[in-house]
């Protein structure tokens, strides 16, 4: 895995976290709460490709 993208992930996760304070400081809890889920949306489809390779690579590794 690059390192890039764990920071990419890293930095998502750090602007979602700051988001969701500031959202839900003003009484906004149901777009706090949706940012939350739009961040968690974007990072799994960067890491599904790396997860699928996992996969392969399993396979490939067994034979199976």
């Given at each position: ?5 764990v ?10 976290a ?22 968690l ?8 490709q ?11 590794l067994?034979?199976?």
């Amino acid at each position: 895995m690059e390192i890039g993208v764990v920071f990419q992930i890293a930095a998502v996760g750090i602007l979602v976290a700051v988001l969701n304070q500031v959202l839900n400081s003003v009484g906004r809890s149901e777009q706090a709460t949706m940012t939350t889920l739009a961040g968690l949306v974007i990072v799994l489809f960067w890491v599904i490709q790396y997860i699928s390779d996992l996969f392969s690579m399993v396979q490939s590794l067994f034979q199976l």
